[in-house]
């Protein structure tokens, strides 16, 4: 009798794969585009007070969808673990800017539309003699514009990334609160119940995202709060600092997942940054963070004394997980990018993981290799790891791979069928984009890639 596997070849495990992420990506589409339609659903055959032309109404669609998707971008940047599980954190963060730039574009256009349709309205904009219904208007729009120049033109203008967070956040409540009451003065649709109601219902959605991205959150990190276990030096300029939970279990994550730290007297400061965790998921107890001293707050880790308490908020992220099985891992890192690797590794030699690993870790001397130690004894523990490290300014006498990760490399060391692997790429922007790349060309499905890159 001939038996008859019920697992699917890994070539179809991997292309079910990309169709759920395409799948995923959709609804996270739909989600923004209903709320784009509902202000049409709801104005569609309501008899307003005030000017009805065409292009009033044009425009009153678009400030309702405009205030719509700015509500939806408040809950967005609530750092739900749903939604970067089901999405993807960059399919959300993705988003999430595109959206920003749209409602700007909207609320412009919203402005436009009304003043062709009648240009006395120009008079509306001197905030000295117009209404408050225009002088609220007029706070929304600065505040949007305010908020999308401060994100694209943050380092030249020299913001810090508190000052930052503190300016978006607060620009956020008051966009949101102007918009509301240009609503409310401009008293138009809202005298129909479902179109006032459905305001009203918008608008509590925002304060609550707003109380839970900076009340209840931080509450909730600050009665779980962490102890220093240990801070050690690392090659590289770096630092590994290990926590103890002060009682409770402790941090369950999954490797290439971070979370965010901050000083246990700033709980509801702006002074909190993200890290990626190092340890492996398998002791959530001892949760450890690797960082490279690149800034004041990363430079202030090195200095914690043992004991100090410190707060996280985390797990965020992607993480790197068996949803479907794998034949194999590759995993590409430059610098400080190693850290999501490490977690792999740590966690797949405590699990006992008998997969094939590849690991291709850039660094500029060999001086400078992060972990340099610890990954042999990994090679030892993980008899299936091969780490090939790659040298950008390599000293005199090295006779490994020099230059950069590049697909000419990972064609060298990785296997001719990578149908099946999944790939974690972590570096600078322009070399994880690149890698990127390359491993599609490979063959490795773009959902099977998490990329995650750093400037």
Known sequence: MTRVSSRAPVWARSSRASFARAVERLLLLAVYGALLLVPLALMA??????????????ADALGFAALSLAVLQIVVSGRWAVAARSFGLRSVLSLHRGAGVIVLVLVVVHVVVLVIDDPT??????????????????????????????????????????????????????????????????????SVPAVRWTVLALILVAAAGLFWIRVARPYATAVRPYRVLRVSSERGNAVTVELAPEGHD???????????????????????????????????????????????FSASLADLCVGEEILVDGPHGEGVHDGHPVRGRLLLASGIGITPALSVLRTSAEQGDRRPLLLLYGSRRWADVTFREELDKLQRDLPNLQVVHVLSRPEPGWHGERGRIGEELVRRYAPPDLIGWSALVCGPQAMVAGAASSLQRLGVPQAAIQAEGFE
């Open 121 to 190: 309205r120009l008079a509306l904009l001197d905030s000295r003699t117009a209404p408050p219904r225009a002088r609220a208007g007029m706070v929304a729009l600065l505040g949007l514009v305010a908020l999308a120049g401060t994100s694209v033109w943050r380092r030249r203008l020299r913001l810090s990334y508190e000052r930052w967070r503190a300016v978006h956040l607060t620009g956020t409540a008051v966009v949101i609160a102007a918009a509301f009451a240009h609503v409310v003065w401009v008293a138009a649709y809202t």
């Open 45 to 58: 055959g309501a008899v307003k007070a005030g000017p009805r032309g065409s292009l009033v109404v044009l």
């Open 250 to 296: 402790g941090l369950r994550f999954a490797p290439g997942q971070f979370a965010r730290l901050r000083a246990a007297h700033c709980v509801y400061g702006m002074d909190d940054h993200p890290f990626t965790l190092t340890s492996s998921a398998q002791r959530p107890e001892r949760p450890s963070f690797t960082v490279k001293a690149l800034g004041n």
